[in-house]
């Protein structure tokens, strides 16, 4: 199917279900879907943040809105890109035990529910790069982006199997397996060009 924009891809939908009175549904389903296929983390929402700059003595920073995995976290000092070796929050807890913490350049970096933690704490302002999972929202109805192109054929089967599931109670549900069919071809996708399954070796 060719590239479909925002507005053709809810015409599609209603044009399977031959429901012209499920518009607005339609919309609503899709963002909703869309919304829960973003934290599947897909190939298309990969994305580098450069918008944080450490203040000497802090050492917890917010991630930025919309994320759903961060892969990997690197500080500029000077002219190069130094990556920090991701640890468990424990692991830095238990090494970063004085009161006055040890201002220094970071090695290390923790996930902490909404925030990241450093270690040891800037000891000055250095920027950060973030590399994560930020996948895009709906696009506007005369715009594309990965949700109506390359992941278009699983938004409309996945859009149509819950609409027939929670609004027209069809049983059997036949979008249902197209739309597993889909998110394990694009899952697999993904795993390919990320280089492969991987393991991490401080989980």
């Known amino acids: 199917m060719a590239d479909l924009t925002y507005l053709q891809l809810v015409a599609e ?14 919309r609503d389903v899709s963002a909703d879907r869309i919304d ?7 190939y298309g929402g990969q994305a580098t943040d450069t918008s944080i700059t450490t203040v000497a003595g802090t050492r917890f920073y917010n991630y930025p809105s919309g ?10 000092n000077g002219s190069v890109w130094l990556p920090l070796t991701q ?3 424990w692991y830095i807890n238990n090494i970063d035990l004085l009161q006055t913490p040890v201002q220094s350049l970071p090695a290390y970096w923790a996930p902490y529910g ?14 950060i790069k973030l590399t994560m999972d930020l ?17 278009q054929s699983l938004v409309i089967n996945g859009t149509c199997a819950e609409i027939a599931d929670v609004y027209l ?29 991987q ?4 989980l």
Request: glycine share 6%.
């Open 87 to 89: 640890k468990p929050y």
């Open 199 to 202: 393991t991490r070796p401080y």
């Open 67 to 76: 994320f759903e995995q961060v892969n990997q976290i690197q500080l500029l």
């Open 169 to 197: 109670q069809l049983e059997p549900n036949k979008y249902r397996p197209l739309e597993e069919r889909e998110l394990i071809s694009l899952g697999s996708k993904s795993i390919r060009l990320r280089g492969g399954i």
């Open 135 to 151: 996948p895009p929202g709906p696009p506007a109805d005369d715009a594309t982006n990965f949700w109506t192109t390359a992941a």
């Open 36 to 42: 829960y296929y973003k934290k599947e983390c897909f």
């Open 114 to 127: 909404s925030q990241f933690r450093l270690f040891p704490t800037p000891n000055a302002a250095h920027s």
């Open 13 to 26: 939908i209603i044009k399977r279900l031959n429901r012209p009175d499920f518009d607005g549904i339609a």
